[in-house]
């Protein structure tokens, strides 16, 4: 044996998950030896490939006996969740999800129709028995108008239909809510999709701090898309961010020296659903959910749950990326991958970029705060010299049917940055929320 994957999941500054479970990369030019003892330890294989380009290849692994990685206990939650790091509760669904079969059966096949026209209606029908009467939908013309002043992505959106909610008598007193089908990328060959629901303004009111609009998403998600009820009636999980997102003590105001008004303490709820379909060469580029909101009322983090079909992620928070992405210019500085500078540092532009990051300071973490990491987008969705680097440093796993991930958010400079990639031969379906914490 070379030991070289011990070397490699054994290294000081790799992150494994909890669990004894890990993956790493592989190539098949890789030395015998290393693949050899990638094959001794190996559960699973998976190519990775979004939007036709190839991220290389992955094996998850038992790294029991590699690195010293403890239980997946609450103590060990509790210090990812204030670390802005992934917490993958593995099965966690695995004994509720059988009984949501026959729902799971009716969203593949609506997968297949989903980019037809009237496919969001037809869906919309099909829920009326469930949805409160309260709820009045928009037709066609009514919220095309409305989506003109809601904004949107026009080469990515599908169909939107908005809907009233009658707050006492007068269903013109809250905000327009409204539900709309996407493509996850405009690629040929991507067949990603996703339904999402939420209110208001796009952008501006996605870090709303209207409970009662979020607390209608909340109703409306449970009657469109029943199987949110895996989460959302999951006491379990529900504890859990409890423990984890503890309510903070009330600091000094350094200015006046009195204490600031505590932050509230009501229990958690999901808002926001959305619904998706990742697809065989798709899913989604490094982004993470944060806003520039007030702290106290931010959102607390975000809820994904893997239902059919498997998944492939990469996960980490603001400050360990930006350490990698570091290292990783860093090598190309040093003259390593020779074809990495001329691809992503060409030109005045490119030798500008590069100093900026090799400086340190606050310019990386000021572009993975951007929506899609800025500047930075072209080096952390590159492939698979990035995403191997991720991987073989511990920022990689794998979901499947009955996981869950929680995701936590700690402001816009302090959160969790994720990429998927879809790692099953069909497509698979998950549900994603934002997690809020309700008013004392």
Not at 94 to 119: C, N, Y
Not at 181 to 206: C, K, N, P
Request: charged share 30%; proline share 5%.
């Amino acid at each position: 044996m070379s030991g070289m994957l011990k070397e490699i999941v054994g290294a000081p500054d790799r992150h494994d998950l909890p669990g004894g479970v890990g993956v790493i990369s592989w190539a098949p030019e890789d030395e015998p030896e290393f693949l050899a003892e990638v094959a001794e330890r190996e559960r699973a294989r998976v190519e990775l490939q979004r939007r036709g380009i190839v991220h290389g290849s992955w094996a998850e692994i038992r790294t029991d006996g590699l690195c010293d990685v403890g239980a997946a206990d609450i103590h060990a939650w509790r210090q990812r969740w204030a670390d802005a790091r992934p917490i993958l509760l593995r099965g966690m669904l695995d004994s509720t999800l059988p009984g949501f079969a026959p729902v799971l059966k009716q969203r593949m096949a609506l997968h297949k129709t989903i980019r037809d026209e009237g496919a969001l209606d037809g869906f919309l029908e099909a829920s009326l028995e469930r949805l409160d009467p309260r709820f009045t939908v928009r037709g066609a013309e009514e919220s095309a108008r409305l989506g003109e002043q809601a904004g949107g992505d026009g080469q990515r959106d599908l169909e939107r239909r908005f809907l009233s909610f009658d707050t006492d008598g007068d269903a013109k007193a809250g905000p327009n809510y409204w539900v709309k089908t996407q493509r996850l990328s405009d690629h040929e060959e991507d067949m990603s999709a996703r339904i999402r629901l939420s209110f208001g303004q796009e952008v501006d009111d996605d870090a709303s701090h209207d409970e009662a609009g979020h607390r209608t998403i909340e109703q409306l998600g449970r009657e469109l898309l029943p199987e949110t009820a895996l989460l959302r009636d999951n006491r379990d999980l529900l504890t859990l961010l409890g423990e984890l997102d503890l309510v903070e003590e009330a600091a000094e105001d350094s200015d006046s020296g009195n204490p600031a008004p505590p932050p509230p303490s009501g229990e958690h709820y999901f808002t926001q659903d959305i619904a998706f379909w990742n697809a065989p060469n798709g899913g989604v580029l490094m982004h993470h959910d944060a806003f520039d909101e007030d702290y106290n009322e931010r959102q607390r983090g975000v809820v994904y749950a893997q239902l059919s079909g498997e998944t492939a992620w990469l996960a980490l928070s603001t400050q360990e990326l930006a350490v990698r992405v570091t290292e990783f210019v860093e090598y190309i500085d040093e003259g390593e991958m020779p074809w990495l500078k001329a691809a992503l540092f060409r030109g005045h532009q490119g030798a500008t970029l590069m100093r900026k990051i090799l400086k340190g300071g606050r310019f990386v973490y000021a572009e993975l705060e951007k929506p899609g990491c800025g500047q930075l987008s072209r080096i952390v969705n590159r492939g698979p010299e990035f995403t191997n680097l991720l991987a073989d440093a511990g920022h990689a796993f794998l979901m499947r049917p009955g996981d869950v991930l929680l995701m936590p958010n700690h402001g816009l400079g302090h959160t969790l940055l994720h990429s998927v990639f879809c790692a099953s031969p069909e497509p698979g379906y998950s549900l994603s929320m934002a997690v809020r914490r309700a008013a004392e």
